[in-house]
């Protein structure tokens, strides 16, 4: 029995790996396309970062007193012009991205924070885009100059800066066992859907192919004649694509890898990434593997199941996209969840899965977690396999035509 | 020995094949009930038009589908108790089976003779045998999907041939071949039974029944309305050739109809 298992194995995966174009098309060009799309992503981003924080911000104003335009002259990134302008006049500016940002101060500002205690507060009055970036910034570096100055004033009216000091502050962090560190936050979501997003997308195409297609070819029928029980066929095609879904995982992972010195900075919490983060424990990585590898056993059993219920390879696409769409809102889910999330959720299968990793990539890993993700993994695998074994005896299913 | 008693085959029709069959019928009885035997080294052909039953009986002879109702016994093993054991037993070839194109005569050959569970060095033997047979050696490593169409049927064949079985169940052998294929299948079933193998066929072509069929069953409707030797054919039904009986039965199995 084990012997026809894995020659239906060893066949199916002759077939994807002695064909060239499969093999470019599963497992080098996701590769190849991951680590460009996400380092171009990363140069981008970062070049666009860069820009805006680098940008000499264009200020016009109006009655600036000369304490502010000396803070200003202060601040190399801020250039600022003196003019008196229209409302339609600056809203135009602003729009067409002429100026980032205009500021107008009451004639008698000065006058006015001098006799602060007549009651009477001036106004300050800022205009600025949110349609441009340069704006936002403008608008972000303004307040701050300005809450600087307020502390000036402040300080200046009590006499002394330490009397609006009302307290001192001191945020520490707490040391954190290096077995507890984890690696990179954001990473450490983000990788749990990227893994599940990459075992379903590569065993997707193939495992239609080798199923609904076979189907439809009549290749399948010929294997049905031979004295080979039908569940080994489908067991076969089932073990080859498990293999074939690990191997697409790792292959677009590691175009994530390669992107990294330039994908860090939008994937990354803290902007960088060191690649010695992924060195885990074996404990670590047994959790993860069996995370994972409950993950692969239940995407290619669905597959499967879906795969057969299709009479065509067209069928077969138009049923799997929405357990697509599912595996991708549980990722995405568990990606912007909260890590403390209900109890709940950790005994639904699938998204369990994702739990348990994001909490061994944050160094948070439980065996506990981990066995439960094992056993409803296999539950749904049995579950699917079962489903999967009753649909080959059924005759409609095989042999539609 | 086969023998088929009562098997019917019934299909439920979708709601799609409703509507192109122009029928409010949710069941077609494909098979209604037939019973007949075919002895041991013999050739038995089952002749009828499109859509008489032929080609669903054929495929539960050879375990693709189950029966409705009623039994086979291939070598006293049941069809539907003993799948493995029957399909263990015979070759079914028909044009709906299909080859991995992908792959090459050899590895294709050695795939399904390992499924019959045969050791390398009577794979080897066998194929190189069938190879010889069929013409297929000069090509035994180019990939199927290079093959013309002649050399594909001739190779499938020669797979389900594989592991010498001593049933042979050939749906419709010489349709879509040209006639030199046709002839070297033709003349390969003939040595197959000068080998002792028991060999059943469907066509609805005279000549190809009147020149290979130790006895014939006649199929129409489901239902088979003469079976027997070709003159005991012509016996029983008064006709001076295989396609007056034909055309008799088939008027009227028209006339009953009607009525």
């Known amino acids: ?401 | 020995m086969i023998e088929v008693n009562g098997l019917k085959k019934v299909f439920q029709l979708s709601k799609k094949q409703m509507k192109v069959n122009k029928t409010s019928e949710k069941y077609k009885v494909a098979v209604d009930g037939i019973d007949f035997k075919v002895y041991d080294n013999e050739i038995f052909g089952l002749l009828g038009p499109n859509g008489a039953g032929k080609t669903t009986t054929l495929r539960c002879l050879s375990t693709l589908i189950a029966p409705s109702s009623g039994t086979i016994k291939v070598n006293g093993y049941d069809c539907v108790k003993d799948p493995l054991e029957v399909r263990s037993q015979l070759a079914f070839l028909t044009s709906e089976l299909k080859l991995d194109t992908h792959f090459t005569p050899d590895y294709t050959t050695r795939f399904f003779g390992k499924l019959h569970n045969m050791d390398e060095a009577l794979i080897e033997r066998r194929m190189n045998h069938l190879f010889d047979y069929f013409g297929v050696t000069p090509f035994r490593f180019t990939k199927i999907a290079d093959l013309s169409t002649g050399m594909k049927q001739k190779l499938s064949i020669a797979v389900s041939l594989i592991h010498d079985p001593n049933l042979i169940i050939f749906d419709e052998p010489t349709n879509g071949l040209d006639i030199i294929t046709a002839k070297a299948v033709t003349d390969y079933l003939l040595e197959l039974k000068s080998k002792g193998k028991t060999i059943i066929i469907s066509t609805h072509m005279m000549h190809v029944a009147e020149k290979l069929c130790d006895r014939i069953g006649i199929i129409m409707d489901g239902r088979i309305k003469a079976i027997g030797s070709l003159g005991e054919i012509l016996l029983s039904t008064g006709q001076g050739s295989l396609e007056d009986s034909f055309f008799m039965l088939y008027e009227s199995n028209r006339g009953e109809e009607n009525v």
């Open chain 1, 1 to 401: 029995m084990f012997r026809s298992l894995l020659l239906i194995a060893k066949k199916e995966l002759r077939r994807v790996f002695t064909d060239r174009r499969l093999i470019i098309t599963s497992f080098i060009l996701p590769m190849v396309s991951i680590a460009i799309i996400y380092s171009l992503m990363g140069i981008m981003i970062g070049r666009a970062e860069d820009d805006i924080m680098t940008h000499v911000t264009r200020l016009s104003g109006e009655n600036v007193p000369a304490s502010i335009q000396e803070m200003i002259k202060a601040d190399p990134t801020i250039d600022l012009s003196i003019e008196s302008l229209s409302r339609n006049d600056v809203e135009k500016l602003l729009l067409n991205g002429d100026i980032d940002y205009h500021i107008i101060f009451d004639a008698d500002f000065d006058s006015k924070i001098l006799n602060f205690q007549s009651g009477e507060v001036p106004l300050v009055t800022g205009l600025y885009s949110p349609k441009h970036d340069y704006s936002m910034q403008a608008n972000y570096k303004v307040s701050s100059l300005l809450e600087n100055y307020r502390h000036i004033t402040l300080a200046n009216r009590l006499g002394d800066e330490s009397f609006i000091q009302v307290y001192n502050m001191e945020s520490n962090e707490i040391e954190i066992p290096d077995e507890d560190k984890g690696i990179d936050r954001g990473f450490a979501s983000m990788i749990p859907l990227l893994v599940s997003i990459f075992i379903f997308a590569g065993a997707m195409g193939i495992g239609i192919d080798s199923i609904a297609g076979e189907k439809e070819r009549g290749t399948m029928a010929s294997m049905l004649i031979t004295p080979i029980d039908r569940s080994l066929i489908i067991g076969g095609k089932i073990l080859s694509l498990s293999v074939v879904a690990l191997i697409s995982m790792s292959s677009s992972f590691m175009g994530v890898l390669i992107s990294i010195p330039f994908s860090a900075r939008i994937f990354s919490s803290t902007g960088s990434f060191e690649f010695s983060q992924l060195a885990m424990s074996s404990l670590d990585l047994g959790l993860f593997f069996i995370s994972m590898i409950g993950l692969v056993g239940m995407y290619v059993t669905m597959i499967a199941v879906l795969s057969m219920i299709a009479n065509s390879v067209k069928e077969a696409g138009a049923y799997i996209t929405p357990a697509y769409m599912l595996v991708m809102i549980s990722g995405f889910m568990n990606m912007f969840g909260s890590s403390d999330g209900s109890k709940i959720f950790e005994f639904i299968p699938i998204y369990n899965n994702l739990i348990s990793m994001n909490k061994i990539l944050s160094g948070d890993g439980s065996v506990t977690l981990a066995l439960i993700t094992l056993l409803t993994s296999v539950a749904v695998t049995l579950i699917m396999l079962l489903i999967a074994r009753g649909l080959m005896e059924k005759e409609k299913v095989v042999f539609p035509s």
